[in-house]
């Protein structure tokens, strides 16, 4: 949604989903009545239900990935786990981490929106995950809880919830390691632990971590500036625990992150596919034609948090506390265009190719977010009653800001949102129980009540100035955001242009404002010099020359040419004052029957809630029309068995599922004038004076009810000669079943108000949902005497097509001949991945890898936005490999 408003304003998947089964150096088969039971396969530990469980014991679907396992194929962060688990999708949309599950998710990134898939770090809710990627290393495993988590997980947990776990410090345990890689991309990474004991009662963990790998983005045209989605990442992390009795602990923990580099512009296919040239027939997305300067990302996330636990004689407490502060930076000139034959001449404008590179409309985009969270939870882990009660409470502050600049603009100077009060306040009381009805039989109900607040203040402005010669006969070469060009952002002094309270706003006050957004002009704007001595309409004292053109010619305009007329347009800069509150009930019920020992099966129904809002103002501090929460109700049924098949241990899993997902929220670019429509008309809704009806806003409503349904199977076989068999297979179908028209956000509607209009979506298949998930994976280990021990790894995964907007492609214009600026269709494809390892003999402390990821280079769209005047894709990593190795000492 961020980059939405930008684009408005402005102009292999592998097995790992599976958890392998253990491998027995001294497997064979025998007969089955002699093999042990079917459990001594290795317990793998999740904590879904706020506790610790076998995977196979929880009723339920989840995941859990090992950290050891995520390394040997080389993941390097969050959004790796594309592909890798069915039902999840993680993308990196302009630096914002999307997670959907199942077709639930959220692609709304401003400050005002919320994720539908709750980001979990150690517990702790992340209510903004950006940074956090870095933090994958010395971690134990990440858990991926599947279908609303609204009880026990709580906010913001619709699709289900993503949990990344590190390695805790261990009591009396001297142990350290040092791990160095190497690969592709020029990439080097280093990282490190050490865990030692303080005394009997205390122990100490200290990891730090290093990655640096030269830009996946390559600029072939002739501006010559530094590619995107390069690394310079730092992180670090300590913990400390204190046990003082067998019944108290106390865990103290602090991390920090810095991700620097270029960032994410992501790829905008607009100028190819407004050629006729299908996305299909471009060999690289990432070979691209940039402008004006090479991308900047800074990124500081760090945190903090305590938590105690006290094992009490009737029951349980745990109290955490935690304090995490992001602050996102990132500033970029997009490319124009990926690479194809003629592109150069498509781009080449009135004043020639190099005029065009020379393009410095940049946009800033900055989220500074200091969250605190409390929870204090009371529980007993121990039958036949399982019980957990608690409080819940978050509060957010935030800092937000977008800024951008259009150079060469006669009529358009750039856009700034800047908010420097944002404030979400959510509280909730939960109680969830289990009883044992019998030794086989159990039902588990739960329930959670939230509190939602948010409210923002701040201004929104979009600057139109109006310049050029008498009678704009002549005089372009207006420019601004060249090189040293520096927003005001938080330093901004002005609010309210409205400086003298006489309730309307001069040309006076509207340069003043916009002079009071910026630090510093560029080395070669001349904006500045044109409003030197205010607003000059009909001319000016000392008008500044048609200037900076790279032919000495802009648009026929005479070498000494004059901007001599600027006027300043009204009725663009609106406060932004809104408030919200919302409350909601999440609930579960489920039952479950020991069929025997090893033969689970379940049935439930759980509901979850993502927190409604509010939408920008319509004018100058008018009214913030609110939305409600979208609910999802999950419906499942599911077995979890294992057993001995043939002499071979067998894991197998099956579930079927349905959700109910209401008040589905969808975001639109509507008109003032549409949204007043909207709502009852100008009767209904009053609209400041000087508000231009035909401005347009993002707009955010409830607009859809939406059935998803479909059946999971996974399993593993763990056969002789130490090898592994894993599977999971997902056939999922989600789609719109009943909604309102919605208005076709691809369009803008002071641009095409013919096609900007609503339209049917009923019956559409809802993004970033494959009806087909396909994961497996072969590993084996191969111990010898004489050489170590060998291992490896072979994955691959399959996804069906998808879509990646809510219109499925759908041109309501051209239906016979649609247009392919409209495409949003991910074919079909395959991925591999391929890791081995080597610990030698000698020192079973050393230890060598080797791994390949996305073997066959298949690289695919993860996010792609479609507007007026843009088509961004942004994509899957390229096809990276390294070798490194690791001693423990």
Known sequence: MRKLRTALLCGVAMALATPVLAQNANATSQDPANEPEA?????????????????????????????????????????????????????????????????????????????????????????RPAGIGSAFFDIQRVEVNIGPQGTLRGRNATAGTVNIVPWRPGLGIVDSSVEAEVGNYDQRMIQGMVNFPIGDKAAIRIAGYHLEHDAYYEDVGPAGVGGAEAEDNNAARVQLLYQPTERLSVLLAADWINETGTGYTGTNYANPLGEGINPDDIRDPRRVIGRAFTPDLDTRHWGAKATVNYDGDLFDIEYTASYRDLVYNYQAATPLSPFYEGVLDNLTGPGGLNETLDNFSRFQSITDSQSRTHELRFYDNEGPLIWSAGAFYMKEDQY?????????????????????????????????????????????????????EKSRRGVAARYGFAIGGDGFACCGGVRVGTEGFEFAGRDRTIINPDTNGDGSISEAEIVTFYFNGVS?????????????NGPVPGGAANPPACLDTVTGDFWNCPPDGRLTYAVPFTGQIFQQVGDMQADFVDWRIRAEYDVTPDNLVYGLIATG???????????????????????????????????????????????????????????SLLSVAQIVDFLGGPGSVPIPNDTSLALVISYSYNAADSRIYGAQLDGGFDLPYNIGLDFSLLYLKAEVIDAEEIQDFRFQADVAPTEAVFQSIDGKTLPRSPEWQFNMSFSQAVPTERYGLFDYVISAGYRSS????????????????????????????WTFDAGAGWTPPINDRLRFEAYVNNVTDEVHEAAIIITQFDNTRFFTRPRTFGARVRYQF
């Open 520 to 532: 510093q002009f560029g080395a070669r704007d001349n904006i500045d010099d044109i409003f030197a």
């Open 609 to 667: 809630n993502k927190s409604g809002g509010f939408n920008d103002n319509i004018g100058n501090a008018g009214i913030a029309p609110t939305y409600d929460p979208e609910t999802v109700t999950l419906y499942e049924v599911g077995s979890k068995n294992e057993f001995w098949w043939g002499g071979v241990k067998t894991r197998l899993n099956g579930s079927i599922f349905y959700n109910d997902y209401k008040d589905q929220v969808l975001t």
């Open 802 to 829: 998808q879509y990646m907007t809510i219109f499925n492609g759908q041109d309501y214009q051209q239906q016979n001949n649609p247009r392919l600026r409209l495409d949003d269709e991910v074919g079909g494809y």
């Open 39 to 127: 459990t001594d396969v290795d317990v793998v530990i999740v904590t879904a239900e706020r506790r610790e469980q076998d995977l196979q014991d929880y009723a339920g679907t989840a995941v859990v990935l090992s950290g050891l396992d995520l390394s040997a194929v080389g993941v390097q962060d969050l959004t790796d786990l594309e592909g890798r688990v069915p039902g999840l999708s993680v993308a990196n949309n302009g630096g914002n981490i999307e997670v959907w599950i199942r077709g639930v998710g959220s692609s709304n990134n401003t400050e005002l929106g919320d994720p539908a898939a709750a980001t979990h770090f150690d517990g702790v809710y992340l209510p």
């Open 400 to 452: 937000s800001f977008l800024g951008s600049t259009g150079d060469r603009g006669l009529f358009f100077q750039g856009v700034e949102f800047n908010m420097p009060d944002v404030d979400t306040e959510s509280w909730a009381l939960y109680a969830d129980a289990t009883y044992d009805f019998t030794d086989r039989f159990r039902m588990t109900v739960g329930a959670r009540y939230t509190e939602d």
